[in-house]
């Protein structure tokens, strides 16, 4: 019931995509659900991140999708570009207990 | 922008020594966190660190493993005996509440 399913594993897309990451959670005590991008060698980096209160939260060209009922939420990227190349992943957590973290997106984006 | 920090960035050893891996998380930061990712696999946790004590580990976390904060900056993972399936980066990470801020990484070997 800790799991996070996050898909698809990777993902390649052309410069000016959209590139869609799902991740679908089963604990309903679960109520920070944070976006991480990792580039190689380096630690996570927070994203973006949001609560179960809202359905939806853009930061720049980063949007966060949230369905509550289905217990599912979503990372979509606008315009993407090669520099958004990297691994995402999906998270969350509940009551302040420990970030339970997906499997990992890489993404490629294609000049 | 403050950061962790985290040394050496890569430690070799072999199977059976200890290892201590050293952390300065960010210096406001009440909360502190061993996170692992073995190569090409998700970010797993570990254990969190409040107050000066343990406040939730996981599975993983066993007899081999301890932290410690010996001083008012450092945040210390140690493993008694290293196995070869302690191969990986290991992630400390500190938080005032959310989010949680990330470090490098130190990438342990294990022969």
């Known amino acids: 019931q800790q799991q996070v399913k996050q898909s698809p594993q990777s993902l390649i897309v052309q410069k000016g995509g959209i590139p869609i990451i799902n991740c679908a959670y089963e604990?309903?005590?679960?109520?920070?659900f944070p976006w991480y991008q990792q580039f190689p060698g380096k630690g996570p980096a927070l994203l973006i991140a949001?609560?179960?209160?809202?359905s939806e939260k853009k930061e720049g060209r980063f949007t966060i999708s949230f369905n509550k009922s289905a217990k599912q939420f979503s990372l979509h990227i606008m315009d993407s570009q090669p520099g958004d190349s990297a691994t995402y992943f999906c998270a969350a957590s509940g009551g302040g207990s420990r970030l339970t973290f997906g499997e990992g997106t890489q993404l490629t984006v294609n000049p | 922008e403050p950061e962790v920090t985290q040394t050496p960035s890569h430690q070799v050893t072999q199977m059976g020594q200890e290892v201590i891996l050293r952390c300065v998380p960010i210096?406001?930061?009440?909360?502190f966190y061993w996170y692992r990712q073995i190569l090409g696999q998700k970010v797993e946790f570990l254990v969190s660190?409040?107050?000066?004590?343990?406040?939730?580990k996981s599975e993983i976390f066993d007899d081999q493993f301890s932290v410690e904060r010996p001083d008012g900056s450092n945040f210390t993972l140690k493993i008694r005996s290293t196995k070869l399936e302690d191969s990986a980066m290991y992630f400390c990470?500190?938080?005032?509440?959310?989010?949680?801020?990330f470090g490098n990484g130190t990438r342990l070997t294990v022969t």
């Open positions: 949001i609560r179960p209160d809202v």
């Open positions: 660190f409040y107050n000066n004590e343990i406040s939730e």
């Open positions: 210096s406001n930061h009440l909360y």
């Open positions: 990470a500190s938080s005032v509440s959310s989010p949680l801020h």
């Open positions: 604990n309903t005590a679960f109520d920070y």
